[in-house]
């Protein structure tokens, strides 16, 4: 069974705009943001990519990571590593992207491991390491912000229920927030428009 508390570590066969592999182990102490995408999807390319270009663009990197995770479940034999090297390129998206690792003609394998509906999908990790959202589709961007500066404020070490506490604020301060936070994990997926979906 999925544990938000302990996520799933990502699982890439490469690396594009980083030294090297980053995993969510070596990312602890900092908020992540995963956006998990397919260069043919439009959803993606019109707004999950643009977003974490914008996110990547307002937060600082030392306290906030933003990075992509190619994920493709369908037309493998187009969307290669070495299509998705140019794809970088040409689009010059400026945050490390990793290579989810296929399996077969099937979703791949840390979109498996998290249930993703498809792409653009958007994981919010907190400083702990602990997965505190997951969005499918196109959540605004001024709540994302606004629940990333949320993670921000939070120490590493701080209790689950500290972090509850501010949730807790934060939801009353949305206008119109799109999730409850009476339960413990809020990390259910949620859809905001259009998005690349697949069959489990």
């Not at 491991?113 to 498809?118: E, N, V």
Request: glycine fraction near 8%.
């Amino acid at each position: 069974m999925f544990d938000p508390e302990n996520p799933p570590e990502l699982q890439t066969t490469g690396w594009i705009n980083a030294d090297k592999p980053l995993t969510l182990a070596s990312l602890k102490g900092k908020v992540v943001a995963v956006t998990a995408f397919q260069m043919l999807c439009q959803g993606c390319v019109e707004f999950g990519l643009p977003q974490a270009k914008r996110l990547a663009g307002k937060f600082n990197g030392a306290e906030v990571a933003v990075i992509g995770l190619h994920s493709v479940f369908e037309h493998h034999a187009v969307m290669t590593p070495q299509a998705l090297q140019v794809f970088m390129a040409e689009y010059k998206w400026p945050f490390p992207v990793g290579i989810d690792t296929p399996d077969g003609d099937g979703p791949p394998k840390t979109m498996a491991a998290y249930q993703m509906q498809g792409t653009p999908t958007l994981l919010l990790f907190d400083r702990a390491g602990r997965l505190r959202r997951h969005y499918f589709g196109r959540p605004d961007d001024m709540q994302i912000a606004a629940e990333i500066m949320a993670l921000a404020i939070e120490d590493a070490n701080s209790p689950r229920e500290q972090a509850a506490s501010i949730e807790h604020k934060i939801s009353r301060a949305l206008a119109a927030p799109a999730h409850d936070h009476d339960h413990d994990h809020d990390h259910g997926a949620h859809v905001h428009g259009p998005g690349c979906g697949h069959d489990h």
